[in-house]
């Protein structure tokens, strides 16, 4: 039966009603560790973990440091904090499985390139990689920091939302800002993984739309390329939006995932 663990305190978004907690699904011997993105929250990974749990496997969903709460608990984080939630989360999910896979959209991605680089995992799955972002704001956050706090989240506006099933925002919590700060730590996080993509040798499955407005069009295909594992495969998607884990294609990307997991399974039983 699915165990559900919720955090001690959070603050529903006002555009949705999805929960933020995070989620553990007890199944078999295969687990997958599902990593939220920036500002957002196990909400939009719960479906997917759901659907895995439904063929078999144990899911995990950890709530990242500074996520699910309130903005200003986010501003007060750095990306090793994200990455302690993560680390802890795969210790508690290894204690139980024989193997583990990892899956992270977007931030999660990046969280899932260094654990990768640190844990024996048995694969990795990038969903919608932050290797490389679109907003060529974000050139500014060094001196930006300095000065600016708070920034609206435009994603979190369904004028600016580029996901196409228009019940996709029901399925996510995230908050209505972003903090500065913390997008600086982001892109500290990011421009390393960059550097770690070239050390990433367990097998590695690339998800990403073309219609994706929050990352660069050449992202899926560059991250692709420089990933060192010689198991990989670049999945790409043509109507779907930044968070494809709960956009019209989510149920490609699940069963593509979960059959990708599989036959990795089966090749080192062989």
């Known amino acids: 039966m699915a165990r559900a663990y919720a955090p001690t305190e959070r603050r529903p978004a006002p555009s949705t009603a999805a929960d933020p907690a995070p989620f553990y699904f007890a199944g078999g011997p295969t687990g997958c560790l599902l990593i939220h993105g920036f500002t957002g929250s196990p ?23 500074g996520h699910g709460v309130t903005v200003s608990d986010l501003a007060q984080t750095t990306w090793q904090d994200w990455y302690a939630s993560v680390e802890e989360g795969y210790k508690k999910l290894a204690t139980h499985c024989k193997q583990v896979f990892v899956a992270g959209l977007s931030l999660g991605s990046l969280l899932s390139v260094h654990l990768a680089t640190r844990q024996p995992l048995a694969g990795v799955i990038l969903l919608s990689p932050a290797t490389w972002l679109r907003d060529w704001r974000m050139l500014l956050l060094p001196l930006a920091r ?18 196409k099933d228009p019940e996709a925002c029901q399925r996510l919590w995230c908050y209505d800002q972003y903090s500065v700060e913390a997008a600086y730590q982001l892109q500290i996080l990011q421009r390393m993984v960059r550097s770690e993509l070239g050390q990433l040798q367990a097998p590695t499955l690339i998800v990403f739309s073309t219609l994706d407005k929050s990352i660069s069009i050449t992202a899926g295909p560059e991250t692709y390329k420089r990933v060192a594992a ?18 019209g294609e989510r149920g490609r990307v699940f069963e593509a995932t979960y059959q990708w997991m599989m036959q990795r399974i089966e090749d080192r039983a062989q």
């Open 230 to 247: 010689s198991d990989k495969r670049l999945l790409i998607l043509r109507n779907s939006g930044h968070v494809v884990t709960v956009d």
């Open 146 to 163: 300095r000065f600016v706090k708070y920034v609206p989240n435009e994603a979190n506006d369904r004028r600016n939302s580029d996901l």
């Open 43 to 65: 909400a939009e990974m719960r479906e997917m973990g759901q659907y895995l749990a439904g063929q078999g496997l144990t899911a995990s969903g950890p709530l990242l440091a």
